[in-house]
């Protein structure tokens, strides 16, 4: 896989900076960052072909990879909002579920308005001790009891310079109780102060142990930046980075071809993100609290296949 992934990089790259000039320059930084990311991917990962792996096809087939371990990418947030243009990224439903782990702290498919965890559910329509479940549980603190979201929110508007402010829904006790173990499973909150500015800027950095680029990547970068925008708003804080650490970042051997057509399309430039300023409660805002301006994008891809 590497080898053939190799031969029409090298064409695709020489190319490519010429289609960017004669776009004038003007193009999403979150594209760029997604394109090099599946450049390194494909030119130096290493391949899982022939190895035992859980992931498979719908027909059965084994799910192989190329992988790169340790994918770091940075999003500055006060720049641009983090949204591709090479391909649409829905925004609405991408925010909703966040807002279902985060605000509404639930593990079952019908407080969703998609259907993206319907293979993992079970007939009652719970995925388990799992995501929201995790940031539900109250745990006591000298404050008193209060559940991981909670903790941030208090944490951020009463000392936000301390540098335990993070969640973690790894939890190695309810694992087997787990439809999906965790991906994304961990939030670290940084505050920081430009100098010369009065408000505060809150950083994060969100850990995700295992990642499909294709089918996951943007959509979580996309969440969790909206997610810091929201907790920014109501903490009366600036926006600042937004860092992914990727332990595990890999495109499956199905989305090559995929992966190959979309990062050779030219971007757009970055859209405008807007979030509703009346809304200084966390738990108030909702899906339709969010919006893209000026989004303009290439074809969506659909009918991604989907390894289980």
Same mark, same amino acid.
């Given at each position: ?11 695709? @790259? ?7 000039? !004669?776009?004038?320059? %003007? ?15 494909? *030119?130096?990962?290493?391949?899982? *072909? $022939? ?18 371990? $340790? ?9 641009? @909002?983090?949204?591709?243009?090479? !391909? !649409? ?18 593990? %079952?498919?019908? /407080? ?17 001790? +799992?995501?929201?479940y995790q940031l539900g549980v109250k745990h006591q603190y000298k404050e008193g009891m209060m559940d991981q979201v909670d903790r941030v929110l208090y944490d951020l508007k009463h000392n936000p310079f301390? &540098? ?5 829904? #790894? ?17 670290? @909150? ?13 950083? +994060? ?18 969440? #969790? ?15 600042? *980075? ?5 332990? /595990? +970042?890999?495109?499956?051997? &199905? ?5 190959? *057509? ?5 971007? #757009? ?25 000026? #989004? ?6 659909? /009918? ?5």
């Amino acid at each position: 896989m590497k080898a053939r992934a190799k031969e029409w990089l090298m064409p695709f @790259f020489s190319g490519f900076w010429g289609r960017l000039r !004669r776009r004038g320059g %003007n193009m999403s930084l979150a594209d760029i960052t997604f394109i090099n990311m599946c450049k390194d991917i494909l *030119e130096n990962g290493t391949s899982t *072909e $022939g190895e035992k792996v859980r992931p498979k096809w719908p027909d059965g087939t084994p799910a192989y990879t190329i992988k790169k371990f $340790g994918v770091v990418n940075r999003y500055d947030l006060s720049k641009e @909002f983090p949204i591709l243009t090479l !391909r !649409r990224t829905a925004l609405k439903s991408a925010t909703d579920e966040m807002l279902w782990i985060w605000q509404k702290k639930s593990n %079952n498919i019908h /407080d969703l308005h998609s259907h993206i965890w319907d293979e993992w559910a079970d007939e009652d329509g719970s995925i388990g001790k +799992a995501y929201g479940y995790q940031l539900g549980v109250k745990h006591q603190y000298k404050e008193g009891m209060m559940d991981q979201v909670d903790r941030v929110l208090y944490d951020l508007k009463h000392n936000p310079f301390s &540098r335990r402010i993070l969640t973690n829904i #790894y939890v190695h006790q309810d694992l087997h109780e787990m439809n999906l173990y965790p991906c994304a499973y961990s939030m670290t @909150f940084n505050v920081t102060q430009k100098k010369g500015e009065r408000r505060l800027t809150l950083n +994060a950095i969100l850990n995700q142990r295992s990642q499909d680029v294709l089918a996951a990547n943007n959509w979580n970068v996309v969440q #969790y930046a909206v997610l810091v925008h929201m907790i920014a708003q109501v903490c009366d804080m600036n926006v600042g *980075e937004l860092v992914h650490v990727i332990a /595990d +970042a890999h495109i499956y051997d &199905r989305h090559i071809p995929i992966i190959k *057509e979309l990062i050779e399309r030219t971007p #757009y430039p970055a859209p405008k993100f807007w979030l509703n300023p009346e809304v200084k409660d966390f738990y108030q805002f909702t899906r339709n609290d969010v919006r893209v301006d000026d #989004y303009v994008t290439g074809e969506q891809i659909r /009918d991604i296949p989907i390894a289980i």
